[in-house]
């Protein structure tokens, strides 16, 4: 679809998220899923920008995402998505250097996704995290969602060194922002609208 489409890359969810109702899509561990996606990319030319959702949370051992960097690697993917859902500084900064130093291994990138309803939920936590970090190979992914719904100005993009950004989730959603986490969390999922749809 991407082909027929026009475009020239797609972003995959392969790191299983653990939802209720999730349908996987781990090519780390589904031999035949990582050889039916190679042969796309190769007979369609539409490249794999990036995976997710590398998360850091309470009790993550980041070794776990191994498996899955190094079969997107053997895939040519450069970069890996993360978000932070724990609140402890220190623990989230050592997780997301841990997490850093595990990609660099496969010339990957590590870029935070600031969520409204998650830990590190705006653009100046998450540039105080990646300074903090001192690794070269990270990113920051604007949710366009996410970057309304934290209300970030657009000035604050000014101080991001240009490099941190490697791609965007380009987005619209209604004006009204949810004030509790099950509605933000909702609509984020399930109710997202095309580019111009909405107010952003």
Known sequence: ????????????????????????????????????????????????????????????????????????????????????????????????????????????????EFVTWASVNNLQTTKELLLDSGFENVGIVVDVLHFYRSKVKLDELNSIPKQWFNYIHLCDCEKEIPTDEESLIHTGRVERLYPGEGAI
């Not at 996987?24 to 589904?30: N, S, V, Y």
Request: charged share 25%; hydrophobic share 35%.
């Open 1 to 112: 679809i991407a082909s027929r489409a026009g475009y020239n890359t797609v972003s995959l969810r392969t790191i299983p998220m653990g939802l209720a109702g999730e349908v996987t899509h781990d090519i780390a561990r589904d031999k035949n899923l990582f050889n039916e996606t190679k042969h796309a990319i190769e007979e369609t030319g539409v490249k794999i920008n990036d995976i997710e959702n590398a998360k850091i949370y309470d009790g993550v051992d980041i070794k776990d995402y191994e498996p899955s960097l190094e079969a997107a690697a053997k895939l040519g993917v450069r970069h890996v998505l993360t978000n932070i859902w724990t609140s402890n500084k220190k623990y989230y900064t050592e997780k997301f250097c841990e997490l850093c130093e595990l990609a660099a291994k496969y010339s990957q990138t590590v870029n935070v």
